[in-house]
């Protein structure tokens, strides 16, 4: 693989609107020559509720090979899976999912960013009470081209 090869990167959460963005990232990627760079920012959703407990670090090792393979299932089943076409890589690292995905952009000749969005409506505005929007941050702060997936039509 050449170090010059176009990439997407796709910051990935654990909702359906990031399997949605990243079912998005994979059709559109082959046909850009892009691979994809798929980005899990830890949260404390990544872990058990108890940070005392005896299988914390062990639940939440658990919990992030988990998400690992829900990525490369939700890969598997799209065309360009299937088909070969799509090429890819995740990793997982820790910090302000904003600043790591514009950090992981700056790292490659990165095209764009993809992110989901948890939409809009009064449950959307709630969560963003308690976690600040990405897409948002990103679109503030980033001097790439940002695709902000919306949710899938049956959320809307």
Same mark, same amino acid.
């Given at each position: ?18 399997? +949605?963005?990243?079912?998005?990232? !994979?059709?559109?990627?082959? $046909?850009? &020559?892009? %691979? /994809? =760079?798929?980005?899990?920012? #830890? ?26 393979? +829900?990525?490369?299932?939700?890969? !598997?089943?799209?065309?360009? $899976?299937? &088909?070969? %076409? /799509? =090429?890819?890589?995740?990793? #997982? ?64």
């Amino acid at each position: 693989m050449a170090e010059t090869e176009p990439v997407l990167v796709v910051g990935y959460g654990r909702a359906e609107a990031g399997d +949605h963005a990243l079912a998005i990232a !994979a059709g559109i990627a082959p $046909g850009l &020559g892009a %691979r /994809l =760079r798929v980005v899990h920012v #830890v949260t404390a959703d990544d872990y058990p509720d108890d940070p005392d407990s005896e299988t914390y670090e062990d639940e939440g090792r658990r919990r992030l090979r988990a998400g690992h393979q +829900h990525v490369e299932d939700v890969l !598997a089943a799209t065309p360009e $899976g299937r &088909g070969g %076409r /799509l =090429r890819w890589t995740q990793e #997982v690292r820790h910090g302000d999912p904003v600043t790591v995905l514009i950090r992981a952009a700056e790292d490659r000749d990165t095209l764009m960013i993809v992110v989901g969005t948890r939409g809009e409506g009064a449950t959307a505005t709630l969560s963003r009470l308690l976690e600040p929007s990405v897409s948002h941050g990103l679109i503030r702060h980033q001097h790439r081209p940002v695709l902000v997936v919306p949710p899938p039509d049956e959320h809307r």
